[in-house]
């Protein structure tokens, strides 16, 4: 096999371009920029206005979603559009089920699913019996955490070998750590589960006694930019009005997200439920931020980089805030450990999920393109 195809199947949800995309995008384009199969990749998603120029990409309309739903009438569009020329993997992303739909539909293609959120919340992996009718059809299952993963495996019994973690990547600058403002940023979702009021209203006290501080609550309901906020929009919004220093931006591509923290001092990441991972906090480790967490789902296993949070509340937000803006030490401290301790790194996730993809393509593990 001298040029294997491999095909990224996007969920109808999810944008491929910089102005719209989601963690999903984000870390498909960043990993096959990075992959020894990068000329092999070809993803599929909805059309999009301004897609990745470096990534090859396919839009595709759902096919009769009326009838088939989004996530369905994806999956049979995409039959169509491969037709009686399927290629040699295909990777579904929070799908179960359209990789099950698809491993029947190509029997002789090995299907894998990356799954980023808590599979008992998902069509076709709810149960025990799902989960492990799951387990013996794919050919792979990938899970962004050792949380997510325990999720899945919960009442499986016997081995399970083509179930894995693959953790999220980050790139990140070379050379020195990044210089620092005086900024708090949020990166995320503006809804309940992500704690963004109770951090708005923490910010409110804590920049009243630190003036010369400022804060950036970045993210809206969904990514895009929007101007109809939702009610709890608009209770975040009118919280952050409390200090002139609070700004909220709405949506931003990842590039200027990416910029925010690197010129941040502190990075927070309240998130009110079991977060799988935190594509965010992620990142603002990889900017070099003291990280402030909650302390719940994946985000434990960040560990000694984080500042947990006991709560999310505002009154244990505002304490853990305080200490960072009041002890240059301490935030200092929490920044050379993100910078210096910082084993996500873009290439070793790369290699990783290359290493699985060679695996169930039956490839040598160090395979590389031949030409021709």
Same mark, same amino acid.
């Given at each position: 096999?001298?040029?294997?195809?491999?095909?990224?199947?996007?969920?109808?949800?999810?944008? *491929?371009? &910089?102005?719209?995309? #989601? $963690?999903?995008?984000?870390?498909? =384009?960043?990993?096959?920029?990075?992959? !020894?199969?990068?000329?092999?990749?070809?993803?599929?998603?909805?059309?999009?206005?301004?897609?990745?120029?470096?990534?090859?990409?396919?839009?595709?309309?759902?096919?009769?979603?009326?009838?088939?739903?989004?996530?369905?009438?994806?999956?049979?569009?995409?039959?169509?559009?491969?037709?009686?020329?399927?290629?040699?993997?295909?990777?579904?992303?929070?799908?179960?089920?359209?990789?099950?739909?698809?491993?029947?539909?190509?029997?002789?293609?090995?299907?894998?699913?990356?799954?980023?959120?808590?599979?008992?919340?998902?069509?076709?992996?709810?149960?025990?019996?799902?989960?492990?009718?799951?387990?013996?059809?794919?050919?792979?299952?990938?899970?962004?955490?050792?949380?997510?993963?325990?999720? *899945?495996? &919960?009442?499986?019994? #016997? $081995?399970?070998?083509?179930?894995? =973690?693959?953790?999220?990547?980050?790139? !990140?600058?070379?050379?020195?750590?990044?210089?620092?403002?005086?900024?708090?940023?949020?990166?995320?979702?503006?809804?309940?589960?992500?704690?963004?009021?109770?951090?708005?209203?923490?910010?409110?006290?804590?920049?009243?006694?630190?003036?010369?501080?400022?804060?950036?609550?970045?993210?809206?309901?969904?990514?895009?930019?929007?101007?109809?906020?939702?009610?709890?929009?608009?209770?975040?919004?009118?919280?952050?009005?409390?200090?002139?220093?609070?700004?909220?931006?709405?949506?931003?591509?990842?590039?200027?997200?990416?910029?925010?923290?690197?010129?941040?001092?502190?990075?927070?990441?309240?998130?009110?439920?079991?977060?799988?991972?935190?594509?965010?906090?992620?990142?603002?480790?990889?900017?070099?931020?003291?990280?402030?967490?909650?302390?719940?789902?994946?985000?434990?296993?960040?560990?000694?980089?984080?500042?947990?949070?006991?709560?999310?509340?505002?009154?244990?937000?505002?304490?853990?805030?305080?200490?960072?803006?009041?002890?240059?030490?301490?935030?200092?401290?929490?920044?050379?450990?993100?910078?210096?301790?910082?084993?996500?790194?873009?290439?070793?996730?790369?290699?990783?999920?290359?290493?699985?993809?060679?695996?169930?393509?039956?490839?040598?593990?160090?395979?590389?393109?031949?030409?021709?």
């Amino acid at each position: 096999m001298s040029q294997p195809r491999i095909h990224c199947l996007l969920s109808p949800k999810e944008e *491929f371009s &910089e102005n719209g995309a #989601g $963690a999903q995008t984000l870390k498909i =384009v960043q990993t096959s920029r990075r992959s !020894r199969f990068r000329q092999s990749i070809t993803v599929f998603g909805k059309p999009a206005a301004s897609p990745f120029p470096d990534v090859a990409f396919q839009p595709l309309t759902s096919f009769w979603p009326a009838l088939f739903g989004d996530n369905m009438g994806f999956a049979r569009a995409y039959a169509r559009a491969v037709g009686l020329s399927p290629p040699d993997m295909i990777e579904c992303f929070n799908r179960p089920p359209v990789a099950t739909w698809l491993a029947r539909r190509f029997p002789n293609v090995p299907v894998t699913l990356y799954i980023g959120n808590d599979p008992q919340t998902k069509g076709n992996a709810k149960t025990v019996a799902q989960r492990q009718a799951l387990i013996d059809r794919l050919a792979g299952i990938y899970f962004v955490s050792e949380y997510v993963y325990s999720r *899945f495996m &919960e009442g499986i019994r #016997g $081995a399970a070998p083509n179930v894995r =973690v693959l953790r999220t990547g980050m790139d !990140r600058a070379e050379g020195p750590a990044p210089e620092k403002d005086k900024t708090i940023v949020f990166v995320g979702r503006i809804e309940p589960i992500k704690g963004a009021l109770e951090l708005a209203e923490a910010l409110g006290k804590v920049l009243a006694r630190h003036p010369d501080w400022s804060a950036y609550l970045i993210g809206a309901r969904w990514f895009k930019v929007s101007s109809d906020l939702t009610a709890y929009e608009q209770r975040v919004k009118a919280a952050a009005e409390s200090s002139p220093n609070i700004h909220v931006t709405g949506f931003l591509p990842n590039a200027q997200v990416r910029a925010h923290l690197r010129r941040a001092a502190i990075s927070v990441v309240p998130s009110n439920w079991e977060e799988p991972f935190a594509r965010t906090a992620v990142e603002g480790l990889a900017e070099g931020c003291a990280v402030v967490a909650s302390k719940r789902g994946g985000l434990v296993e960040l560990g000694h980089r984080v500042r947990f949070l006991p709560a999310v509340t505002a009154d244990e937000i505002e304490r853990a805030l305080e200490e960072l803006v009041s002890n240059d030490a301490e935030r200092a401290r929490l920044q050379a450990v993100a910078w210096n301790d910082f084993p996500f790194t873009m290439d070793a996730f790369a290699k990783q999920w290359d290493d699985y993809r060679a695996e169930v393509m039956g490839l040598p593990a160090k395979w590389t393109r031949v030409a021709g």
